[in-house]
């Protein structure tokens, strides 16, 4: 940047701060590459303090980081004043100079002491958390039927973007545990609750064919009973006619009796030939139907959310910080390409995490504006 650059700010061997005012606002151009985070809604943003552990910032460094934005605030000022505002907003599209650096301001009333910082992070925990009960409210009455939340419906609340922005996987399980226990609402279970509303209907079992075919042992044994008295009848009356006559009388009636108790007995052999077939058949059915059953809840699988141990959720977690770190760093340094590299190692992580997309938006944008300063080298500078 040139030496008479009139919102250059101290170098760093001047201030004599480690996180100098040289290291905290990165100019091209002749102004500020990030002077949008003034809008932000969260006050560490605004103060260039995103992205880091809330319990490492000082109240040093909250005051070192405001000095640097106050700075150019106050050049670009003093430039509206000598009648630069038309060249201030075309470098600064969307600038507001009435009020962009009261909300700088704000934020640094409110962070700049320790108490301050623990105070609003509270205020950031409990909007978060009443705008993830939120969303998560909205989901379950949206898949809770007659009182009951199925495996499947459960599962797809870990998924949905507009609750796991707010809330992380434990928190999502503490408050759907609260909200079934307040109404009454009981987990349905995959198997008793099938997707397919005609595949849930009653099934008859195909008659016991057992018992027919017992029946069917015992008439023959009675049948056989029957005929072994018979013929005992049929010897004892030959016996007596031949002793009392000697011309033959023929038991034609015996035979008769005989012939009509065959043929009973070939038709209840063939009835029951027929129940059996029929057993049979109705058995088929019913197997044939559980099949049908069976195929379709296969083919409606439950979701399963694989949820990493606490250990290995702890782990992943303490990673966050040092990749946002180092991201900011690149972003900074104007590495855009690495910056946003790191962003989505964030996001690997923490899919929500806001400041790791606004700063991979950021840095894309920076890409396709230096881009189109390759293309069009007409480049307005802040004199």
Known sequence: ??????????????SGNKDSESKILKFKDGHWLDWQTCDEENYYPRLLLGGRDHSLITDEMVKVHFEAIKKYWDDLYELVDN???SVIKKTHPGIDLDGG????????????????????????YKNRISKGKSELRSSLESKVK?????????????????????????????????????YGIKRASFINHPIDPAAHKTIHPPPNYRIYITIFFAAIFFIVVLLSVINLNHKSTSSETN????????PNKIWDSIAIEQSKFKSEQEKLQLEKTKAEAEKAKFEAEVAKIQAQRAAV?????????????L????????????????????????CIEKMKEVLKRD?????????????????????????????????
């Open 315 to 338: 782990a992943l977690k303490r990673e966050i910080p040092g990749y946002l770190q180092e991201g900011v760093d690149y972003y900074n340094n104007q590495e855009y390409k690495l």
């Open 351 to 383: 899919k929500g995490n806001r400041i790791a997309m606004k700063y991979m938006q950021d840095a894309q944008k920076n890409l396709d504006r230096i881009y189109d300063e390759f293309q069009n080298p007409e480049i307005l500078n802040i004199k």
């Open 1 to 14: 940047m040139p030496e008479d650059n009139p919102l250059k700010l101290p170098s760093e061997n001047n």
């Open 301 to 313: 699988k439950p979701l399963i959310v694989r949820i990493p141990s606490n250990d290995q959720s």
């Open 83 to 85: 009648g630069n505002a």
């Open 146 to 182: 007659e009182k009951s939340l199925s495996a499947e419906s459960e599962s797809q609340l870990y998924l949905e973007k507009n609750i796991i922005q707010y809330l992380n996987q434990e928190e999502i399980t503490e408050f759907v545990e609260e909200y079934l226990g307040e």
């Open 243 to 250: 002793n009392s006559s000697s011309q033959p009388n023929p």
């Open 101 to 124: 650096f009261d909300r700088v301001s704000e934020a640094y009333s409110k962070l700049n002491t320790k108490n301050g910082r623990d105070e609003y992070d509270k205020e950031l």
